[in-house]
């Protein structure tokens, strides 16, 4: 069965990608022919700074062919019918099995390893292909399976125009097979190359559409953002088997203890051994899961069709940092700084998106916001040790903020692909059980009570005030201020997209519900976004944690015990923010509309400081980009050009070339030329043996 649910998605992809390539000869059989579309007017295109490689906020998303609706609509792959049903019928295959397994590991205590075949085999390292099937990982399969079919199912409906429909599943369903790889790795390899599987699923889905330069320059920047992050989280395994011998997780969760004390001479620097390697292996994480300085790529990688939005950046590929620190609990647990530092940084980045957030006007990039602060969340409670809350907010999050994002899609068809939020308004009556949805994806997010967020968010805050973490304090403040912000940014949205009169009459007038193919999927996630907290809080953030995870988590041991013991102020804290929140918000966009204008005209440097992502984007690029471009253009003109290129194809060679053809000017062909040569030959000769060797 495990079997089953990994290598399912991966036969889909190949039928997929068989039946899209079969469809591309057919469309081209002479050959590829790409065309280049260019909209005189620069619609359906982020604008790209080509000084700065700074990618702007879209207005709106093209149409289904990639491009806008003045271009003539290419007829679909042949095949395109087939390819959405076979993926997706096999994803909603692996997401039952999921289920069952859930509940067989979780509650039946009935753990496996399941051996494939040897993989790598070099001296010391030893590497099998294995599947690894704890409760842990029985969690993740149903996170990534069930969010994958949904977003399958989904995208029948929503990519129902693109031509390239086969390719788009293909590249799905690869997303998920290589996110199962990396849950059920049972080494560091085998994880790090479903850590990298995810990395290409992710940079094909984001520029899907070609067409679009800000598509591919935000693919780009994801896969170099991300690159930056594995770099180090590559040291990290490098680390790990350098001090251990080894890359299985029995062997270095068994020698983790022994390594206490022990320091890596790291650049002269004799750091110790377990603090640096969890640092270096967290970097890869903050790299995928969007976290403060290595965020950049997450908002720009909305350039992608909101399907893999969804899927990627909001349920699965960004959560894989934070599996990762879980699966790792028992190394960063024995190290008491790198779970210091892992707080401050998830706290920072709750804290920095939230805000940036607060003013966003493209509806995917607001909630692209709230993903990163969210995940901010999850890395709090890893860095409290309440490594099950961590994955229990994973857990609840990827149901509500994949309905949110796929609720946003919904918006973006009935608007005829607008996405800036200014120009809507009044939705509510012309699609209202999408407005149901959001509402109900926003109750989560903020926390309102009973929801599955009010259980997982608020466990998150209660971990960091009980912490013995020296940086819990600065967790818990910056987690409870978020908390009234992502209430405030949250109804902002719903708000101006759905309360209001309309901005743009001419769509609203057309503005209707989506299909049933992208109905089923919200519905189905909008039950999740309460089912998915109260049922499962015993086990995740509850007395149940130990038996239900057993071995495959190390929590601190006081950590649940001490949550339970916080004041009741402090445990109804995040309630009370999220109801300040929401009044703030309706203040401003429903009583009393102006003020937000106001407010922006009274503080313009804040406004800009916060609309410009806190400059992150402009000051990566002047630190990093613009000396980058200047050394390789200067090893281009100078380098190569005027030493290389001068002393060799342009200078010896050229040298040698005008010498010979000089020389050959000398055999002219005519008898006399040749009879005046020997007589002056004859001549120097004589001349020499007179005055030279005669004398």
């Not at 996170?143 to 929503?158: K, Q, R």
């Not at 879980?326 to 401050?344: C, D, G, I, N």
């Not at 907010?393 to 996405?419: P, R």
Request: glycine fraction near 10%.
């Amino acid at each position: 069965m495990i079997q089953a649910i990994v290598f399912l998605p991966l036969i889909g992809c190949i039928i997929a990608g068989l039946i899209s390539i079969v469809g591309a000869h057919a469309r081209n059989p002479s050959g590829d022919e790409v065309e280049r579309h260019a909209d005189a007017h620069g619609h359906g295109e982020a604008a790209v700074d080509q000084d700065a490689g700074v990618i702007h906020a879209s207005s709106h998303e093209p149409d289904g062919n990639g491009h806008d609706d003045h271009h003539a609509a290419e007829p679909a792959a042949a095949g395109s019918r087939p390819a959405e049903l076979i993926t997706t019928g096999l994803l909603m295959i692996a997401a039952v099995l999921s289920w069952v397994v859930l509940v067989d590991v979780g509650f039946g205590h009935n753990d496996a390893r399941i051996a494939l075949f040897p993989w790598i085999t070099s001296g010391d390292l030893q590497v099998a292909w294995a599947l690894r099937v704890d409760t842990l990982t029985a969690v993740m399969l149903v996170v990534v399976n069930t969010i994958s079919s949904l977003v399958h199912l989904y995208s029948i409906g929503y990519m129902d125009e693109d031509p390239y429909r086969p390719r788009f599943f293909s590249y799905l369903s690869l997303f998920t097979f290589a996110m199962l790889m990396l849950v059920t790795a049972d080494n560091l390899v085998q994880l790090f190359f479903g850590w990298e599987g995810v990395g290409l699923a992710s940079y094909l889905l984001i520029g899907f559409w070609y067409h679009k330069p800000s598509a591919n320059a935000a693919a780009i920047k994801a896969f170099i953002v991300n690159r930056i992050g594995d770099f180090g989280f590559a040291l990290g395994i490098f680390a790990v088997f350098m001090l251990i011998g080894s890359v299985d997780y029995e062997t270095i969760f068994a020698a983790a203890p022994g390594l206490t004390g022990k320091t890596i001479n790291f650049f002269g620097w004799h750091a110790d051994a377990l603090t640096l390697t969890c640092l270096l292996l967290f970097m890869g994480a903050m790299g995928k899961s969007a976290q403060f300085l290595l965020h950049t790529w997450l908002p720009d990688a909305m350039e992608g069709p909101t399907p893999v939005s969804a899927l990627i950046h909001a349920a699965t590929m960004v959560t894989a940092g934070v599996f990762m620190v879980a699966r790792l609990s028992p190394l960063f647990e024995l190290s008491p700084t790198a779970q210091a530092f892992v707080m401050f940084i998830g706290a920072t980045t709750a804290m920095f998106a939230a805000t940036v957030g607060l003013v966003q006007n493209d509806i995917k990039r607001i909630v692209a916001y709230s993903t990163c602060s969210q995940l901010g969340y999850m890395f709090v409670a890893m860095g409290a040790g309440a490594y099950s809350v961590g994955m229990f907010h994973l857990f609840t999050h990827a149901f509500f903020k994949a309905l949110l994002f796929l609720g946003s899609g919904s918006v973006i068809y009935a608007m005829h692909h607008e996405q800036d939020i200014r120009n809507m308004g009044g939705l509510k009556d012309r699609i209202p059980f999408t407005y149901l949805v959001m509402v109900i994806g926003t109750l989560a997010l903020t926390g309102f009570p009973l929801t599955a967020g009010y259980f997982s968010k608020d466990a998150i805050i209660e971990s960091a005030f009980a912490s013995h973490n020296p940086l819990g304090p600065y967790g818990f403040l910056m987690t409870v201020i978020a908390a009234a912000l992502t209430s405030f940014y949250s109804w902002r949205l719903i708000f101006k997209t759905f309360h209001g009169e309309p901005h743009d009459r001419e769509h609203y007038e057309a503005a209707h519900e989506s299909p049933l193919w992208m109905l089923v999927p919200i519905g189905i996630l909008a039950a999740g976004s309460i089912l998915a907290g109260f049922p499962f809080r015993e086990l995740f953030a509850g007395h149940g944690v130990e038996e239900f995870f057993r071995e495959s988590l190390k929590m601190n041991p006081h950590i649940i015990e001490d949550m339970h013991q916080i004041p009741e102020s402090i445990a109804i804290l995040p309630t009370v923010m999220m109801a300040v929140g929401f009044l703030v918000s309706w203040l401003f966009y429903i009583r009393r509309p102006y003020l937000p204008v106001e407010l922006a005209d009274q503080q313009p440097l804040l406004y800009q400081f916060l609309l410009n992502k806190w400059y992150f984007d402009e000051l990566y690029d002047l630190i990093f980009v613009r000396p980058t471009k200047w050394l390789g253009r200067f090893l281009w003109k100078v380098g190569d050009g005027y030493i290389i290129d001068g002393f060799g194809p342009d200078g010896v060679s050229a040298w040698v070339l005008d010498v010979t053809r000089n020389v050959v000017r000398l055999q002219t062909g005519y008898l006399y030329h040749y009879a005046f040569a020997m007589l002056i030959g004859a001549a120097g000769l004589i001349t020499w043996f007179m005055f030279g060797a005669g004398g």
